[in-house]
């Protein structure tokens, strides 16, 4: 007689994970008409708008020392949005999800590892389809380090992690805290060298602008896509994997003191 086996803690949890994933997954593609296609429209739009800002200033010349401009801001682009829809979605995760807490296997941090996963599986999709279509209109994106360049994207999906993991906490029990979150995003795009040349920032800004984890990742990317792309001294990835960990471990210590009070709120 065949006797049953329960499940282990880890087979609970990835169980777990798998149904919330395609939940996840039905509930981003089906949200409006233009989920599936917003997915890619949204990274050319924005270098669209660059591009067209660009040409109206009468900048039509090289800009970018090693990588043609357009190229050059695909890959800024699509890095930082990796890492700013794993932040956004990340954090609101928990409050999106409180139906699924009646399910004592469900927890709060599961949530937040789910979207982080999806969005991760998504971006890269995006980042793919991106190289395919340029290249076709003859800009060439192809990583000449594709195995580096995997890594880091890995890191920075990994820091988006721990920042949601730290960041869900205020935007779950205040309120308030939302709109702030919301208004830093745009500032950090603007300083991470998405649209701007780490270098055209005078030296006394730049500074500051490395301490961005953000920026060391974006500006990685490129260094391992392009191969006569150099960018300023500085840039390393430990910085971005030691910002990416202590968040991560920060997060986590905050999710098990909290975790009651988020459930409850």
Known sequence: MKTHQPRTPWQVTLHVWYAMFMRETMARMSQDR???????????????IMVSVRSMLGRTGRLIPGAEFIPWLVVGVVTFFLFRNIMNRGMAAIDANRAMYAYRQVHPT???????GLETYLQSIVFVLMIIAFTFVDFHIVPYQPLEVIWVWLW?????????????LPYSLIPEMRKIITLITFPLYMLSGVIFPVFMFPLAIREYLMYNPVLHAVELIRIHTFSTYHSVPGIELAYVQKFAIVAILFGLMLQIRFKIKMIAQ
Do not use: K, M, Y
Request: net charge negative; no cysteine.
């Open 34 to 48: 233009f989920g599936p296609v917003w997915l890619l429209l949204e990274p050319v739009l924005h270098v669209l």
């Open 110 to 116: 599961d949530t937040i590892f789910v979207r982080f």
């Open 156 to 168: 920075i999906a990994l820091l988006g992690l721990g920042v949601a993991l730290v960041l869900s």
